[in-house]
């Protein structure tokens, strides 16, 4: 597919702009545009919004992931400053009963917007 060299350059640069930022940091920005672009998908009769989600799945002793067991955490929204570096916290929410994940203990569901306490 073609693309104006511009835009690819653009592209490029933000791609490495986001690759160096921190995990807390980087997924701010990705939420924060999730939210500006929530009207991509939205429709009359269902809350329809972006999220972020990590996904793990087991690897066997060959290296291949196992695809029967996929553990889905939706990364939760902050409420304050990073406490951790790394995405170290996680639980469920009470409310919906989605996997979380975070850099901090205490969060907010992005979800159902529920409060979270992850450990
Ligand atoms: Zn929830």
């Known amino acids: 597919m073609w693309e104006h060299p511009a835009v690819s350059d653009d592209l490029d640069a933000l791609v490495g702009a986001l690759s160096d930022l921190p995990v ?20 009359a009769y269902f809350e329809r919004k972006y999220a972020l989600v990590v996904c793990s799945l087991l690897l066997c002793n060959d290296g291949i992931a196992q695809t029967d067991e996929v553990q889905i955490e939706f990364v939760a929204r902050l409420t304050e400053a990073a406490q951790f570096d790394e995405l170290s916290q996680d639980g469920g929410c009470a409310t919906c009963r989605q996997e979380a994940i975070s850099t901090n203990k205490i969060a907010t569901c992005a979800v159902c917007g529920g409060s979270l306490s992850l450990t």
């Not at 807390?24 to 429709?43: H, K, N, P």
Request: proline share 0%; net charge negative.
């Open 24 to 43: 807390a940091s980087f997924i701010e920005v990705l939420q924060r545009t999730f939210d500006v672009r929530r009207g991509d998908i939205e429709l």
